[in-house]
Structure formats: C-alpha cells, structure tokens
C-alpha cells in the first residue's frame, strides 16, 4: 500500500486548518452575510441619522465631526471585537469538549499550533472580509475623508486578533461555558459602550478618562478613528497598536500553551 | 523476519501524582490484530494516545513504523488513522464532506478525496446517505462514519478505542465484519475494549491491563489455557450468602470464585463436577456449564470483573 502520497508535508500545516473552517463557513455562510450588510446600514441610520439630527440642532459637530461621521469608525472597531469573542469563545469550546473537532485534527498531522495558527488565521480573515463590507458602507455615508480610510480593513483584522488570541486560549483551557455569557455582559458590553464609541473621550470628567485608555477597544476604536479621518497623532497611535500588538501576542503564546495542554498532554 | 510495526519498551505515563500507564512494554506485528483488554480506567485510552503519536509518553522508549514520536509526530500521524472512544464527527456537515474536509488535513488533493470519499462510503455501507447530514445518522452509522474517515489516508495502522461501546448487537457485528475485511487487507489493527468477546473475536494477541500495568500477554487460546481451566461451572444456591458455601466447594475444583450472585467452578469437565456434587447432596438452585473465556483470565488476574 502507498502512503507517500498521502504524507504531505510540503503544504504549511497550519492553512489546512484555515482551509477547514473555510469550508465549514462556506456551508453556512449565508446567514451571516445579510447581518454583516444588513447591520451597519441599520447601525448608521438609527444612530448616525437619526440621534445624528438631534446632536447637530443642539451641539453641531462632535470633534470637529458630523455625529454620523463621528460613530461610522467606531461601528467597525465594535463589530470586529464582537467578531473576536463570538467566533472563538464558544466555537472553541465545542471543538475541545463538545464535537471535539480539534481532538480528531491533532490524530492528523496537524500539530495544536497549526490549529490556532489556523484558526487566528480564518477569523482574521473574517474579519478582513467584514472590514470591506463596512469600510464600504461607511464610505456610502460619506465617512471617510482620507485615503487613510481604506486601512480600515486592516485595523479591523487587528483588532479582531487582539481580542480573539486571548479568548481562544481562555475558551481551551475552561470546562464549561458558565463564565462566556459574563464575560458578554461584563466585558464586551460595557466596553461597546463606554470606549469613548458613541461620544468623545471629553465627554467623560477628568479623572476618569485615564481609566478610559484601559478599556482595551478604546485603542480600537481611536485606531479606526484615525484611520478614518487621516488624522494620526503619533505617540497615541504608537500606544494603541502596542495595547492592541501586545493583546495579540500574549493572546497567541497563551492559546499555544492551553491547547497543547488540552489536547495533547 | 518479523516485521514489527510499533514497539514500545517501559512505556509510562504520568498526570502530576497519577500514574495512568506505568512501565508497559510490548511489540506489534505488521498485520496483526492487537488488542488491549482492561476495565475503565486502566491506562487503555493513554496508552492509546501515546502509540497514536498524541500524547508523549512520561518516560521509556517508543517507535512507531521505525519513526521516533517525539521528533516526527506529523509524519507517523499521517500514516495512522486513529478512531476515538467518543465519535468527533462534524455534526451539521453531510456525511460525505466529513470525510473530503479531513482527508484534507493529510494534504490529499482534492480530486483523489472524491474518488477516495465515494469508495469509502461504500465500504462504510453509507452511500446512499451521502448527502445527510451527519446528524441524521445513527450511532451504529456514526462509527463506521468515523471509521471511513480513519481511513482517508489510507493508514498503515488502525487504532480504534472501544470502537463498539454503546451499539446494539447488530450494529457491533456489523462493524467487525468490516474490520475483518481490513484486516484481511492486510492492515494492522490495534483495539481496546473492556469486552472480553470483542477481544475474542478480533484480536490476534492481547495484553491484559489493570491499574496502568500489562499483567498478561498473548493469544485469547493462550491465555485461556494458561491462566484458566477448560470449563466453567457456574453455580448458583437459594442463600442469602454464597461466601458460606466456599469451604464446601473449594475440593470439587481447581479454584474457586464468589461472585455476588454466583459461584464459579473453575474444573476441566463440568458436566462431571455437577455429578459428583449431586451425589453429596450439594444441589444448587441452578447450574450452567460454559468454556472459559478471557473474562474468567481477567479474573484470575485481577480478582475483579471487567464490566462493573
């Protein structure tokens, strides 16, 4: 019997894992392309129209903005941490305790790092997917006022990573699913609405705003601002990708130790 | 010359203070049958993990198609199929991607997967659920599924963890008719169980574990012969005690067991003993006499039975 063939060790492991997930969404993707779509239009109309009307008869612009103009970036950085936690929170779970499917892929060659290096790699992909949809839709409103905008996407793919890394290695390592709704409550909610998203980081009294800049979307959300708007003021740009750069790295050299302890240990 | 496809020397492995496997060495023919028969919880499923190239042993030597585990783990994995104790089958998928999207995790082009996919369902008796999604299928359905998607890479080795536990009859000799067809093909089979007939049935050579340590190596014919007594003579007494009538039985027989419900005579004619104890006015309630199997070696080993 020939098995030479079948050895295979020339493809980069890891992209048979994005490959499997890949072929997975593409048997169930139709769902959520209407909500990624659908979404940010609803997002910006009920908000950036709508709230938008009464900001500009009492205020006028926010940060030199319109409201609109001012929400649209941070509309992309919320939904990409979102896409963070809900792709890997559960999923990652059920594939280490439920279905198992990351049990079956380590009897294969595929060693846990091909399995996170894929896996980071598809829901970076995702990401990059949704990024355009938005940047698109944004771009619609009249959001974007600099060439800058067409990162957009790849901050995206950052912050999505920043914040997957660390849950995919946290959902590896628990036994059950009891703490992932309050980490949703408790996490991810607050930080959707306080990272400075819907008001500018002045709306808040001195002495709270240092505490602002450790909620770890606000450096998503002031990324993608600036993205936006061409506008980047140097050292806080350095500190935002260093928050955000960090997140990912401590993140994926977590993810390396839990899943090589639950699945192969 | 032998052609030994996987030998391991003083194999252990240890959890902090557990020690699951300890010390275990034996060696496995290309082609063979190979069975590990112990009850839950004695060191199957680690020993497992470690020969299916997983999980690295503690400490002790291990080579698996002449290839060291710790340095070449992707390569021995790509020539084994392995088929877990619990089935991780990809739920909402159709039976037949479960299998295209795996064989795609040993790098198997794509066209050779259809063609490979469509010959292993048939062989999985699945064709006609191809499309199904996973599901849909019964348990008996799922683990030939599973053991389809084992073989996607054409393994060298099979290595099945309690590959029946939990079908129905039919759905189990179904699935050993299907092993032996693989093992006619010449591939080698390593099976656990804690079914002293599955071991009978499938197995070329055994080893016997309890408390993660081999306490018995060799042929289902063999062990019998050598660990136990042709026949069995099963007896049971209207008592509330079967401990009381031990002393009374103990000359009848070459050795004897108390179970809770019923004594074991262990004897080379059975059908005599039951003469002989009629004749002393020991009459039990009732009485059966049955050849000696690999439950009756795990017993003299271990002084319990496999399934509790």
């Known amino acids: ?72 970036p941070s509309l992309l950085a919320t939904t990409t941490m979102q896409l963070g936690e809900s792709e890997s929170l559960w999923p990652v779970l059920a594939a280490v305790k439920w279905v198992r499917s990351y049990h079956a892929a380590v009897a294969s060659p595929l060693e846990p790092r091909d399995i996170l290096v894929g896996k980071l790699s598809w829901v970076t992909t995702r990401a990059f997917g949704t990024g355009v949809v938005y940047t698109i839709v944004i771009a619609a409103f009249g959001g974007l006022q600099s060439w800058w905008g067409l990162t957009l996407p ?37 930080m959707f609405l306080f990272s400075a998203t819907f008001y500018p980081v002045s709306a808040y009294p001195g002495y709270l705003r240092p505490l602002v800049q450790f909620v770890p979307l606000y450096h998503g959300v002031a990324l993608a601002r600036s993205a936006a708007f061409g506008h980047w003021p140097l050292l806080a740009t350095v500190g935002h990708l260093t928050v955000l750069g960090s997140m990912s790295v401590v993140g994926f050299l977590w993810g390396r130790w839990s899943l090589q302890r639950r699945l192969v240990d | 010359m032998v052609d030994l496809v996987l030998t391991a020397r003083e194999l252990s492995k240890r959890f902090n203070e557990i020690t699951a496997v300890d010390r275990v060495s034996f060696t496995i023919e290309r082609g063979e049958s190979f069975g590990f028969l112990g009850p839950n919880g004695a060191g199957k499923t680690s020993t497992m993990r470690m020969i299916s190239a997983v999980s690295q042993p503690t400490s002790g030597e291990l080579t698996i198609l002449g290839l060291d585990p710790r340095t070449d783990g992707p390569e021995i994995r790509g020539r084994l199929g392995v088929v877990p104790q619990e089935d991780t089958l990809e739920l909402e998928l159709s039976v037949r991607l479960n299998l295209e999207m795996f064989g795609r995790y040993f790098d198997i082009p794509r066209s050779t997967l259809r063609e490979r996919a469509t010959e292993l369902l048939a062989f999985a008796q699945l064709s006609e659920r191809a499309d199904d999604r996973v599901e849909e299928l019964s348990g008996g359905m ?7 998607r084992a073989l996607v890479n054409r393994p060298e080795i099979l290595i099945l963890d309690e590959p029946t536990t939990g079908l129905d ?18 591939v080698t089979l390593i099976i656990t169980t804690h079914y002293m007939d599955e071991a009978e ?49 103990a000359p009848f027989a070459q050795r004897v067991e108390v179970l809770p419900d019923r004594i074991l005579l262990y004897v080379d004619e059975g059908d005599d003993t039951l003469r002989q104890l009629h004749a002393e006015r020991l009459t039990p309630m009732s009485s059966f006499v049955r050849r000696s199997s690999l439950e009756d070696v795990f017993l003299r080993l271990t002084g319990r039975t496999l399934v509790d």
Do not use: N
């Open chain 1, 1 to 72: 019997m020939s098995v030479s063939d079948d050895v295979g060790l020339g493809w980069p492991r890891w992209r048979r894992s994005w490959w499997y997930h890949a072929t997975y969404y593409a048997q169930t993707w139709r769902g959520s392309v209407a909500s990624t779509v659908l979404f940010p239009i609803f997002y910006l109309v009920a908000l950036g129209v709508g709230v938008g009307h009464l900001v500009a008869k009492h205020h006028g612009l926010v940060d030199g903005q319109t409201y609109l103009h001012f929400i649209a």
């Open chain 1, 154 to 190: 790849l901050i995206g793919v950052l912050i999505t990573l920043a914040f997957a890394a660390p849950f995919v290695a946290y959902a590896a390592a628990v036994q059950s699913d009891a703490s992932f709704v309050a980490i949703y409550r408790f996490a991810i909610i607050p």
């Open chain 2, 142 to 148: 799922k683990r030939r599924l599973t053991i389809a």
């Open chain 2, 169 to 186: 009859p039919q759905a189990r000799h179904l699935l050993w008719d299907r092993l032996y067809r693989l093992k006619r093909e010449g």
């Open chain 2, 201 to 249: 049935q499938l197995c070329d050579r055994l080893v016997v574990m309890d408390h993660g340590t081999i306490v018995a190596t060799g042929t289902p014919r063999e062990l019998i012969a050598h660990h136990s007594t042709r026949e069995v003579l099963e007896l049971r007494f209207d008592t509330d005690s079967h401990e009381d009538f031990h002393a009374r039985l």
